[in-house]
């Protein structure tokens, strides 16, 4: 019996094939030991399931003193999918990392190399970027200029809907809008939400810790600034509905109302 023939498109084309922007977290190992990494790792999972729970990650060894070799990598790599997450790749380094890739059948994630190029001081802990879980973006990025004097904010003023995502690059975003529950806003910058924000915002995307997060109403489900992040089970009740600002003090994030 043959082969039912592939399902073609009006081109004749098999498949269509495109590229767009995908939601991945960020794992960077700050120690070569698989058993820390899982335990930390489980416990972000059950502290907020629907955030991470069988998320793609990318793992960034970028922090190691020394590249593992294939045997370690694969441990840590078992140790994010008994977690409950799915490693999907690594994150773009050296050649090393690159060979290492290769040997071990995993694609260096591109979309991470602006971060490993501008964060070279190692640290003594395992960290976990909070994930841009995307599937139908809602606003193209737009390119920005090479003159910093003549980058503006991107502005945004449809309602962010659950599952859409907004984000600005090299650049602050502002929304004149409601942010859905499950839906996210993203930017290099700072992230403006003039409405209420249910959702995910995400400022200094790409490690810029000075960034800061505004909003008129604060109902948010994740707030997160270069990489940290802060999920909400429930919003303490001095915030909720209420204007705010967010921003890094160290490594935690503030929440200060306007």
Known sequence: MSAAPAVRNDNGDAIELKFGQVGIASVRVKRDDAAALHEELERRVRAAPQLFERT????????LPKQPDDGAVDALLEAVRAAG????????GTSETDALARRLGLPLIAKFRAVYERESEPVARVEATAPAQASQPVSEPQAASASPASVTAQHHSQPVRTGQQVYARGRDLVIVAPVANGAEVLAD??????????????????????????????????????????VFEE????YEGKPVQIHLDGNKLKITTL
Not at 56 to 63: C, E, I
């Open 189 to 230: 910058g700072n992230v403006h939400v003039y409405g209420p924000l249910r959702g995910r915002a995400f400022a200094g995307a790409l490690g810029d810790e000075h960034a800061r997060i505004y909003c008129s109403e604060f109902r948010a489900e994740l707030v997160s600034i270069a990489g940290h992040y802060r």
């Open 56 to 63: 793609a990650v990318v793992l960034d060894l970028s922090h």
């Open 85 to 92: 997450m799915l490693p999907v790749g690594l994150a773009y």
């Open 235 to 238: 919003i303490p009740a001095q």
